[in-house]
């Protein structure tokens, strides 16, 4: 069965360098989730789209962006990079209702592995 | 807010034992709580959910979750214990507030490891 892609899976910056990392969700999947997964911490949530629509909002640096396109593949773009941005970050899809259906699975990705020298 | 408390860090369990990782909860409204498997350098594979009904879960792999409301816990349990188990096991809680928020708050993580 197909999976989440994420790409690329392992990136390198300097700091205040940019970064764009790329999320194609399952397909007939709608709904696109990101979480950031510190060294030892449990993955703790960004930002989310349905349908194209930014959805939720966790905590997610105001360097960075995100957005879901028509294919409903999405992109995080991160900026003025840090150390502390290092870490693994997690695409999520899932299948959601129309309205909001918090019962969907959401299924993970990869991961990419940024790290920032 | 939602919150996720897995207890234990570690988790030792010989193989061919019956292991159980520990889980408990604190939402507002009704708790949809998942398990979810790391493996090293891998993603978030998902195991098995709780949303309604019977209070025992049966996900992949044999793994198996009880929900038990009185106690606000969602322990993962398997009867068996195989060395290929051994891998950062998460709880995750989501529940449905009068917002949409649909995103999973996760425990901290219990280290499995099966011995041989």
């Known amino acids: 069965a197909a999976g989440v892609i994420q790409s690329p899976r392992h990136l390198i910056k300097e700091k205040r360098e940019t970064a764009t990392l790329k999320c194609y969700p399952i397909p007939r999947h709608d709904t696109v989730y990101w979480y950031q997964q510190g060294p030892g911490q449990d993955p703790q949530f960004l930002i989310s789209?349905?349908?194209?629509?930014?959805?939720d909002k966790g905590s997610i640096p105001d360097r960075f962006s995100a957005q879901q396109f028509s294919d409903y593949h999405s992109e995080l773009n991160m900026s003025s990079l840090e150390l502390g941005d290092s870490a693994l970050y997690f695409c999520a899809s899932s299948s959601g209702l129309a309205g909001g259906d918090a019962t969907d699975t959401q299924y993970f990705g990869p991961g990419t592995r940024l790290t920032v020298l | 807010a939602q919150s996720v408390a897995q207890p234990e860090d570690q988790v030792n369990v010989a193989e061919g034992n019956p292991l159980t990782v520990k889980c408990t909860y604190s939402v507002s409204g009704n708790p949809y709580l998942f398990w979810y498997v790391q493996y090293p350098n891998r993603g978030l594979q998902f195991l098995l959910k709780y949303i309604t009904g019977d209070n025992l879960v049966k996900g992949s792999y044999g793994f198996e979750a009880e929900f038990n409301k009185s106690q606000t816990s969602f322990h993962l349990k398997k009867p068996s214990a195989l060395v290929s188990d051994s891998a950062l096991y998460f709880c995750a809680v989501r529940d449905l507030p009068s917002g949409s928020a649909r995103q999973l708050t996760f425990g901290s993580g219990t280290q499995l490891t099966v011995l041989p």
């Open positions: 789209f349905y349908e194209k629509m930014q959805s």
